[in-house]
């Protein structure tokens, strides 16, 4: 049976990115050793960095200034560099989901943290949108996309001091104006690649401003300096990486690339919207383009358990909610083919016809 993979994180890959990078295991760039077993000094392997890091200039549009880094340890290690890099004093954050939650958390262990504006009471359904960012504060730090909850940032926020963003599981999902932030991260394993790869996008002029000491290994300069190879960055995620770069300018773009996910997006949502069996989490304006909550109608509450029973059957991947929201998440990423959403509307439809 065919299988759609609506995974939330590891998360489908381009097919390209995975047989490219399948290849590659066996024989790399032709010098009939594999991508797992060469050095990341050699000359081919510095010119995939090189072609990563040129490729995430291009396709995102990345004025001058700016540095693009591969890094270990997660978004989560992220929550932790951020701070340890740029707060001196206080710095504000939007407290939007689970995420956004964990990076505030890690950044009070360096200083003042005022949380500007938090949908937490009711339980991150909606991006919170009147709120004032101290301008004494160092940066300002929000989500773009909350995986878990489902909802999403869809503009490039204007903001009077360094705006810092987790983009984690929408980046490449549209076109973003990089030039309005200081600071742009995420782990790999949603959009881009098998998980231990970390993509950093920094403005160098906003580094060095703290007094405090910075380890070697969580220093942002230190891998600017050394382009990524201060020691040995994750190899193979960035191989993987460069080929659904790669994709995405075959693809078009951004600009293509938006378009499709629109259009996948409101394939499901007009579907959760009309089919009397679901209702949607997320407030509508706020509704996520790569993660879509969905639950049960009340007076259907009872049928949960069978929904997802047929949808597995059906083909159906990943598509449990996460236990903080419940019912269903269909993460729809730059890889899934709009016929897997499809698939997951007939689905719904059929399910309705026999209730
Ligand atoms: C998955 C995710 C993370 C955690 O990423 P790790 O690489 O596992 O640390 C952080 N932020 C967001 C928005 C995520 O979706």
């Known amino acids: 049976m065919k299988k759609y993979n609506f995974n939330a994180g590891p998360s489908i890959l381009p097919h390209e990115t995975v047989v490219n990078t399948m290849k590659a295991m066996e024989d790399f760039a032709g010098t009939g050793i594999g991508l797992m077993e060469i050095s990341h000094r050699t000359k081919d392997f510095q010119a995939v960095v090189d072609e990563a890091v040129a490729l995430f200039k291009e396709l995102l549009n990345i004025p001058e200034g700016y540095s693009v880094l591969f890094l270990g340890g997660g978004a989560s290690l992220q929550f932790c560099m951020v701070p340890f890099n740029l707060l001196e004093k206080k710095a504000a954050y939007l407290n939007t989901g689970t995420w956004a939650n964990k990076a505030q958390k890690e950044a009070r262990l360096f200083g003042e943290v005022v949380e500007v504006a938090s949908s937490k009471d009711a339980n991150y359904t909606f991006i919170p949108k009147d709120y004032v960012i101290p301008t004494d504060a160092d940066y300002f730090h929000i989500t773009t996309n909350n995986t878990i909850f489902g909802t999403e940032i869809h503009t490039d926020l204007d903001s009077p001091v360094t705006l810092v963003a987790d983009m984690s599981s929408d980046i490449f999902s549209r076109p973003v104006d990089v030039s309005k932030y200081g600071l742009i991260y995420g782990g790999a394993q949603k959009n881009l690649a098998p998980a231990g790869v970390t993509f950093v996008i920094v403005k160098d002029e906003i580094l060095g401003k703290v007094s405090r000491q910075i380890p070697t290994m969580l220093d942002y300069r230190t891998h600017i300096k050394d382009g990524s190879m201060f020691n040995t960055p994750p190899v193979l995620p960035i191989y993987a990486a460069l080929q659904t770069l790669k994709w995405l300018k075959n693809l078009g773009g951004l600009e293509a690339m938006y378009r499709i996910n629109r259009e996948k997006a409101d394939l499901l949502y007009s579907e959760i919207d009309r089919n009397k069996l679901f209702k949607g989490t997320a407030a509508k304006e706020d509704r996520s383009l790569m993660n879509i909550c969905f639950v049960m109608n009340d007076e259907y509450k009872e049928l949960e358990a069978d929904f997802l029973q047929f949808a597995v059957s059906r083909g159906m991947v990943g598509i449990k909610g996460h236990r903080s929201v419940g019912g269903f998440r269909a993460s729809t990423y730059n890889a899934l083919p709009k ?17």
Not at 339 to 349: F, H
């Open 339 to 355: 016929e897997a959403v499809q698939a997951l509307v007939d689905t719904m439809q059929e399910f309705e016809k026999q209730h």
